[in-house]
């Protein structure tokens, strides 16, 4: 099991960007297939970018061409730069780390685009 620490959530107005950190606690941190995922009430969480061990990306389509995962293996954090925010994109995020059978998910932060 990973610690996972999500930060840099908060209220932005549309068309704002965002930018979420990811810190994780392990020295096998570069193993891991990272992800960001997103949660609005009475819905399922759903995926919305990942990166691989490889540093390989991909994103929904909803957030194409907007955000950007990255990872830096050195400091052990994850972040997503969330631009061109719409309310639709208002959620709780939540980043989860994977290896093997070690899935482990951070607490999750709120995004609110509002204006």
């Known amino acids: 099991h990973v610690d996972l620490v999500e930060s840099g959530g908060g209220t932005v107005q549309p068309g704002g960007s965002l930018r979420l950190s990811c810190a994780a606690s392990t020295i096998y941190f570069a193993h891991y297939t990272l992800a960001w995922y997103r949660q609005t009430p009475g819905k399922q969480r759903e995926l919305v970018a990942s990166?691989?061990?490889?540093?390989?990306?991909d994103y929904a389509d909803s957030v194409k061409g907007r955000f950007t995962i990255s990872r830096d293996n050195r400091a052990n954090t994850m972040t997503l730069q969330m631009n061109s925010l719409n309310p639709g994109d208002t959620a709780v995020y939540y980043c989860?780390?994977?290896?093997?059978?070690?899935?482990?998910w951070g607490q999750g932060i709120q995004v609110t685009v509002s204006s």
């Open positions: 989860k780390a994977n290896w093997y059978d070690d899935h482990s």
């Open positions: 990166i691989t061990d490889a540093s390989v990306s």
